[in-house]
């Protein structure tokens, strides 16, 4: 996981971490920070933006490059929990102060940053940028947007109360082929929507229990920190981190939080759609401690202006689930990416690879059809523009919020195995299986605490 910050570790830093206790950094984030507002910081047209990212490497990496290659853009600081990662960073980058403590960083560099790209695991998504958020900094945060539906919830209503700008990590969101998926949908060129079937090859989920033994902890790296506000697990080397956190329960969100906030995201945008009215798990259930793999989760979305009906029905696979034979039938000779969706209308189909340009089907039908003019953006930069007030961002968490509220319903589905959950958004709850509601909101670890979540 990419979480805090710094690199050095001297007697006087390490001395320093230590009297940062989560008490003391909890007593300002909930009663200072809320009291710092987004005025205080704003960045104004002409002035650099200066960036922090809580993650140094991975995903975290590709994202602060992506995001400092703009020309208004210097980076100010790097939260990097692992010691490994943080000296790489500090070795090529001397004059940026790295920390291996994520509350450290914003502690100390509160007055000296305008906006945060969160690039960590998925459990530490919501609080810390939450805990930005809470200092008037505009956020990109990795998809999914949180590890939990409330969170989601949670941070779409605060960034909106602020005015804050912000952006979630689905970048093909921003790219020709999806936006010109949404746009041939929204143009009619395959009718009305009647339903869709959306999947994914990965299989990001364990069906075989927890390793029985604890490994030492790398020297460097702070384990009760990585945990952060999750149950503290026992350290397995490979098991957790590095690369193996998604198929968690506490830690991850499965294939379908990983690949779905992408795979989800054309059609959902496409269609129209908002929160789901119920949903149903016909694939395994994950264990105690990881998700499973092979899910099938059949959704029902309230319909829309690009639908035919008063629903829609949307269905994900992952793993080695497939839509249907007789899905693949329709769709003549053609087959199916290994991720992807397929949009069935009254007037046509439509198949989204990820990533590529959409298909349209039958192939005689659209032979000689002209193609809309589309052009893709720049995701990282479209933010940061929107961050100088020159531009507003199409996955902000407005858009992104309800999306992987949508996806993360879909987890809690998969441990009610061939249960329909009837969903009230608006309450945010299942008013029909009362045991799924202790889901949708984890309590956080004691002295982990974040106002607002």
Not at 223 to 238: F, N, T
Not at 349 to 356: D, T
Not at 434 to 440: C, E, G, M, R, T
Request: hydrophobic share 35%; glycine share 8%; net charge positive.
């Amino acid at each position: 996981m990419n979480g805090a910050c710094q690199t050095s570790t001297t007697p006087h830093n390490r001395d320093m971490q230590n009297h940062l206790s989560r008490r003391n950094f909890l007593a300002t984030s909930t009663l200072a920070f809320p009291f710092v507002t987004r005025q205080s910081w704003a960045v104004k047209p002409n002035d650099r933006v200066r960036h922090v990212s809580f993650g140094a490497a991975g995903m975290a990496g590709a994202d602060l490059r992506s995001v400092s290659s703009h020309n208004y853009v210097e980076v100010a600081a790097v939260a990097e929990i692992d010691p490994i990662r943080a000296r790489a960073y500090k070795q090529k980058n001397a004059k940026v102060n790295v920390y291996a403590d994520w509350r450290e960083l914003l502690d100390k560099e509160a007055k000296n940053f305008d906006t945060a790209n969160v690039s960590t695991p998925d459990h530490m998504h919501a609080p810390i940028a939450m805990s930005a958020m809470q200092l008037g900094k505009h956020v990109y945060v990795q998809k999914p947007l949180t590890h939990d539906v409330y969170e989601s919830r949670r941070l779409r209503e605060y960034a909106a109360e602020q005015g804050l700008k912000t952006q979630m990590g689905i970048q093909v969101h921003s790219s020709r082929a999806y936006r010109l998926a949404v746009t041939l949908v929204h143009d009619g060129a395959i009718g009305k929507v009647t339903e869709v079937h959306t999947w994914s090859n990965k299989k990001w989920g364990d069906m075989a229990p927890r390793p029985d033994r604890e490994d030492p902890v790398p020297a460097g790296l702070n384990w009760d920190h990585w945990c952060g506000v999750a149950p503290k697990a026992p350290y397995l080397r490979g098991y957790y981190h590095p690369g193996q956190w998604r198929k968690r329960l506490d830690y991850g969100t499965g294939t379908f939080g990983d690949m779905g906030c992408h795979i989800y995201d054309p059609m959902y945008n496409a269609v129209g759609l908002t929160a789901p009215l119920d949903l149903r798990s016909e694939g395994p259930a994950p264990n105690a401690h990881s998700w499973a793999i092979n899910a099938k989760i059949h959704y029902t979305f309230p319909g829309t202006k690009y639908t035919e009906g008063k629903t829609v029905p949307v269905t994900w696979y992952d793993g080695d689930q497939r839509p249907p034979k007789d899905v693949s039938a329709r769709l003549g000779d053609r087959g199916l990416p290994g991720q992807g969706s397929v949009l069935f209308g009254t007037e046509g189909s439509m198949i989204i690879p990820h990533v590529g340009n959409p298909i349209l089907l039958p192939a005689d039908k659209y032979k000689d059809f002209k193609l809309p003019s589309v052009e893709g953006l720049n995701h990282w930069h479209q933010w940061v523009d929107a961050c100088r007030g020159e531009d507003k961002t199409t996955a902000g968490f407005d858009y992104a919020g309800p999306l992987t509220e949508a996806i993360l319903l879909g987890g809690v589905a998969t441990r009610f195995h061939k249960v329909t959950l009837k969903w009230d958004a608006k309450k945010l709850k299942f008013t029909n299986v009362d045991d799924a509601n202790q889901y949708i909101k984890r309590d956080y670890r004691k002295g982990w605490e974040v106002k607002g979540l």
